[in-house]
Each structure stands twice: as C-alpha cells, then as structure tokens.
Nanobody, 121 residues
Framework: QVQLVESGGGLVQPGGSLKLSCRSS????????MSWYRQTPGKQRELVATLTSNGRPDYADSVKGRFTISRGSGEDVVYLQMNSLKPEDTAVYYCNVRGVVVETIRPFNSWGQGTQVTVSS
C-alpha cells in the first residue's frame, strides 16, 4: 500500500506564490504518473498537472506558464510550484500517484488527504 502526505497549502494574496509537496511512502513501488488535482465545492475534481515517469510534464490550460510540477531527485516526492496565483486558483489540492507495487506486481492509485489553497486579498 502506498500512502501520500501533502503539505504547503495556505492563504496567499493574488499574485503570490505557494509550493505544495507530496511525499510517498509504504510499499516499494514504481511510479508511472504523479499528478495534482484540485476541487472546489460543487464542482468535479480537476486535473491541474501531471508528470510521467520519463519526466514529461503536462498542464491544464488554466495554469500553463504559472504552475510547475516537478519530482524530487532520488525521492518519492512531487512538488507543485504555483506562481502568479489568482483567486480562481482557490481550491483543495490533491496529490495523486499511480504505479505498480513491486512485490505484488499490482497497480495502485493513491490519493493524498488534500491541502487547502486560498488566494485572497
């Protein structure tokens, strides 16, 4: 089983920056995708950014040029650097990691607990 722990959310003024972190732990595993989603009340969870195992990032149009997803070197950590934040970026942000547990050769799809990001003056 793979557990995810997120950190880094908070309150920031428009135009400000935040960096979210998501650390994986548990069974030995290979990661295929590391992603960040966000959700606001009454809306579906939205894919914000994805990083594939070969390091290729992909972003939602709404965050391109402002957000950067990256993976910690030698660590099972994924980051989301958020710059030029806007009020419409306010949401609960969730980390998602998909891959295969080495011991069982079974796929997993794990979610973090979510971290609140509020952009307001």
């Amino acid at each position: 089983q793979v557990q995810l722990v997120e950190s880094g959310g908070g309150l920031v003024q428009p135009g400000g920056s935040l960096k979210l972190s998501c650390r994986s732990s548990g069974s030995v595993f290979n990661i295929n995708y590391m992603s960040w989603y966000r959700q606001t009340p009454g809306k579906q969870r939205e894919l914000v950014a994805t990083l594939t195992s070969n390091g290729r990032p992909d972003y939602a149009d709404s965050v391109k040029g402002r957000f950067t997803i990256s993976r910690g070197s030698g660590e099972d950590v994924v980051y989301l650097q958020m710059n030029s934040l806007k009020p419409e970026d306010t949401a609960v942000y969730y980390c998602n990691v998909r891959g295969v547990v080495v011991e069982t050769i079974r796929p997993f799809n794990s979610w973090g607990q979510g971290t609140q990001v509020t952009v307001s003056s």
